[in-house]
């Protein structure tokens, strides 16, 4: 169950990164009809999907250490 938790985790992280590389700004609207843009940093994209490996990397390891 964790090994999931932390691979869905890392795969939400490096495909949010990914989006954030390929959009320059988005555009929010909520229930009230009020906009609100957003536009992510230079750096987002690259420490979102570093970030994502990571985790993805980590959940592989952890069959092992629970055997140990």
Partial sequence: MWRS??????IFCCTLGV???LIES????????ARHQ???PDW???ILM???AVVMLYSFTIP?????
């Fill in 26 to 33: 988005a555009v929010v609207i909520n229930r009230e009809g």
């Fill in 38 to 40: 957003f536009a992510p």
């Fill in 50 to 52: 570093s970030v994502g």
């Fill in 19 to 21: 989006e954030c590389m």
């Fill in 64 to 68: 092992r250490r629970v055997k140990d």
């Fill in 44 to 46: 987002a994209p690259w």
């Fill in 5 to 10: 938790l932390f691979l869905a985790i890392g």
